[in-house]
């Protein structure tokens, strides 16, 4: 495997299940990301995790739970979503080193999600 | 505030021609990224290019250059011979250098993109 890769690559869940999408990274990078698009809006951050700390982003509701277990591997964990949640899930990854130019996000495939 | 502005929902070319895709930007950062990123239907955002607010020389990278415009603020994609698997979302970023706070410091902020369909 390389790159960024993401499981699944589809999801279609009901408002009370409880699910994960997996995303893992093989870049050596240090920081990953998680980012939703929904159609018509522009792509918008939801976490970052920094050598392996979170930063949370206030506005993403509660019923999304990201973990990093490790510097390759991020989840987010998805419970009671809603219909609006509905969207392109894309995770990226990248390496912190101070400078911009090697600071460039690599994005995999992404779980398109659909919520019932 | 929206920090980019792709101002061109969608855009036609023919193979083998040249296109440019604007891109604008608004920060008050003296040091900022730039990035253009293409996502075709099946979901993927692939890395293009990327120009440095302290770069001199515009970007290029293969059929992909970057026409950098600091005092405009403008940073627009040129595609050269574009082929038919040029068709994608395209999307413009931006990465401000300064770490503002704990949950923006390593945001790229998206424009809406371009769509770019290339026809025979």
Redesign the interface.
């Known amino acids: 495997e390389t790159g960024v890769t993401q499981t699944p690559r589809h999801l279609v869940m009901g408002m009370t299940n409880k699910k994960s999408l997996k995303c893992e990274q093989h870049l050596g990078h240090n ?1 990953m ?1 998680w980012y939703k698009q929904s159609a ?4 918008e ?1 939801m976490f ?1 995790y ?1 050598f392996k700390e979170q ?4 506005s993403v509701p509660s019923r999304f739970s990201p973990e990093c277990p490790n510097s390759s591997h991020l989840f987010l964990h998805l419970h009671t979503l809603q219909p609006e949640d509905s969207a ?1 899930y ?1 995770c ?1 990854s ?1 390496l ?1 080193s101070g400078g ?2 090697t ?8 779980t ?1 999600l659909t919520v019932l | 505030a929206q920090k980019i502005t792709q101002t061109q929902p969608g855009m036609f070319v023919q193979e083998k021609e040249a296109v440019t895709l604007d891109c604008t930007y608004d920060t008050s950062d003296q040091s900022y990224g730039l990035f253009w990123y293409k996502q075709p239907s099946s979901g993927e955002m692939i890395f293009l290019i990327y120009q440095g607010s302290y770069d001199e020389q515009n970007a290029t990278e293969g059929r992909y250059s970057l026409n950098f415009q600091k005092a405009r603020k403008s940073a627009n994609l040129v595609i050269s011979a574009s082929q038919l698997g040029d068709s994608a979302m395209y999307f413009c970023a931006m990465r401000e250098g300064k770490i503002q706070a704990k949950n923006s410091g390593y945001a790229l902020n998206f424009g809406k993109g371009t769509s770019l369909l290339v026809t025979p």
């Open positions: 920081a990301y018509k809006k522009p792509l951050l970052v920094n930063t949370e982003n206030n392109l894309l990226a990248s912190l911009l130019s600071d460039t996000q690599y994005f995999g495939p992404g398109r």
